[in-house]
């Protein structure tokens, strides 16, 4: 058998809110998955509480040789693997551990900037952290601590909520 350590990472799109059941299914199996989970504030009208979210919503990550391909996608939630060309789509090994450190270091209390220099469309650039060096678009300002900017990966445009003092403008002439 191939060292586990060895076997590539695949993205698995799986049904809304069905992350943690798909995770914990293949868990069960045997089969290594990565949930990327933040905790957040929910507020509703009769309380607050700390809620644990997935970071991509309808994803999660699994490390398997594609012999369990089927077995994989026929768990219940679970949908199919992110292809490209109707191959499964590797996802590298230093993509998978900036997220977890992303994950880590995942905080709602960063400190206020100005984002007067941001606007939404812009490009920007990581400039801390794990994913230093990612240039993605500005989508919007989730409020004044925080940045929604979206890092192309996989072929697809995942959302990445990071503190505005991890980014800078990029500009056209900066490419």
Known sequence: ??????????????????????????????????????????????????????????????????????????????????????????VPENQINAIKKYCEDFTEDDQTIDNTELHEGQLVRITRGEMMGLVGRLVSFSNKKRLIVHIESVGHYLPINIARTKVEPVYEKQL
């Open 1 to 90: 058998m191939a060292n586990p350590d060895k076997l590539p990472w695949y993205a698995l799109y799986v049904h809304s809110r069905a992350e943690k059941k798909v995770y914990a299914r293949l868990s069960d199996m045997g089969i290594e998955a990565y949930l990327p989970l933040v905790t957040r504030m929910k507020y509703w009208s009769d309380r607050i509480k700390k809620v644990e979210e997935p970071l991509f919503k309808s994803y999660l990550f699994v490390r398997t040789d594609m012999k369990n391909y089927y077995d994989i996608v026929s768990i219940p939630g679970a949908t199919r693997f992110v292809c490209f060309e109707k191959e499964a789509v590797v």
